[in-house]
Nanobody, 118 residues
Framework: QVQLVESGGGLVQAGGSRRLSCTAS????????MGWYRQAPGKEREFVAT????????AYAGSVKGRFTISRDNAKNTVELQMNSLKPEDTAIYYC???????????WGQGTQVTVSS
């Protein structure tokens, strides 16, 4: 069993920055892909960013590319999301995700709210 605990959410003004963190426990996160997804009110959960187990490969949604940066520290079992130049449309609950490359393991955190005021 894996537990993912996010932190770092809150209220931020448009143009500001916020750093989200997620800590995994229960098994070493270094064997898995990790990522961030978000869900805005009335919308489906959407992909934000993902990072491979070696931290070399990353991928971003087009809406955040160039503004957000995902990173991980396998020694600490953490993944972080640095969010810059935040926009009101970035307002959402942000969820941490851990999944296997084979697709048979998939865990979610409880989510952390990020609200960007205009």
């Amino acid at each position: 069993q894996v537990q993912l605990v996010e932190s770092g959410g809150g209220l931020v003004q448009a143009g500001g920055s916020r750093r989200l963190s997620c800590t995994a426990s229960g098994r070493p996160s270094s064997d898995y892909k990790m990522g961030w997804y978000r869900q805005a009110p009335g919308k489906e959960r959407e992909f934000v960013a993902t990072i491979g187990r070696s931290a070399i490969s990353t991928a971003y949604a087009g809406s955040v590319k160039g503004r957000f940066t995902i990173s991980r520290d396998n020694a600490k079992n953490t993944v972080e999301l640095q969010m810059n130049s935040l926009k009101p449309e970035d307002t959402a609950i942000y969820y941490c995700n851990l999944r296997s490359y084979e697709g048979d393991i998939n865990y979610w955190g409880q989510g952390t709210q990020v609200t960007v005021s205009s």
